[in-house]
């Protein structure tokens, strides 16, 4: 999908950052394509539906973060 979509590399790999993504920023441009959009989530959901995974997640107090 990377490669497909974005031209990553392996040497030079697309990282999905949430932000990058949403925005269309680089190396995202591509998603401001509606057609190149829709083929994109649907591709991406239909790996969610049907891949085993785990997520993990961290969060951050930002506020008690900084007055450390």
């Known amino acids: 999908m990377k490669r497909r979509y974005f031209g990553s590399h392996p040497d ?4 999905f950052h949430r932000k990058e993504l949403v925005n269309r920023k ?3 441009a591509a998603l401001a394509d509606p057609t190149i959009e829709q083929s994109f989530n ?5 790996l969610l539906e049907n891949l ?7 969060v951050i107090d930002k506020l008690e973060h900084q007055r450390r």
């Open 12 to 15: 030079d790999p697309v990282i």
């Open 26 to 28: 680089l190396p995202f």
């Open 42 to 46: 649907q591709e991406l959901l239909g």
């Open 52 to 58: 085993e995974y785990m997520a993990i997640t961290a």
